[in-house]
């Protein structure tokens, strides 16, 4: 499997993804809403784009299919709750669906509500595997639930999905946010150093070549996945002081989001 990260250059922060077959040529484009930019980046490469996957309804992630389309034919797809809502799929996708690209790439579709009812992360189970997760995971931080969505339901897709893969698994979110995001982090886990460190470097990138994080760093980086931390706790508490001293992990993930909100 071939990938290659299309930094959007605009207000949004979007990245966009193509996904490519390394015998055929043939590739996917994740959310190519700068469609021009996905297209030129293909040429680049020699690749053909064939199929166009939005993991949820969003117009800064579905807005660039139309372009794209008439530019290469390509099919789309989307999860099948979301279709009506977007328009112009081809394929309605399902938990555990198996999308195709070229002769040697496989993904796997995976159900993930929480930053819409109807979003979809894509899951390759290659030797260092990798996770297109949309809107939901974002390097250091959590999609909001502010247009469609529940964190209940995102706190569920985080416990019960993502951070059950395994820890070397590659992650590719819609948007570059990480600085923002690690500021975040340090404000709930003063002490967390590895934020720190990360910080110190995401501040000054060049968001074309940011880091590409693995869940094993996310796991210490992102609040959002540090539920049991005794520090992100006892800090919450004195935001929360209802709470009770060991909160169970549900409660945290929700308050951090509703701190998140606001912040
Ligand atoms: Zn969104
Ligand atoms: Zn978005």
Redesign the pocket.
Known sequence: MLTERVWSGNSLRNFHYLIACPETGEALAVDPLEWRLCLEAARRRGWEIRQILNT?E?T??TGGNAGLRSATRATVLAHAGAAAKIGGIDRGLEKGDLIRVGRTVELECLDTPG??MTHVCLYAHTDQPALFCG?TLFNAGA?NCH?GGDPQRLYETFVTQLARLPDETRVYPGHEYLARNLEFTLDREPGNEAAAQHLGTARHHDPAAAEVTTLAVEKRINTFLRLQSPAVIARLREAFPDLPEHPDARTVFVKLRELRNRW
Do not use: P, R, S
Request: no cysteine; hydrophobic share 0%; glycine share 12%.
């Open positions: 949820h969003h800064d992630h930053h819409t809107d999609g247009n």
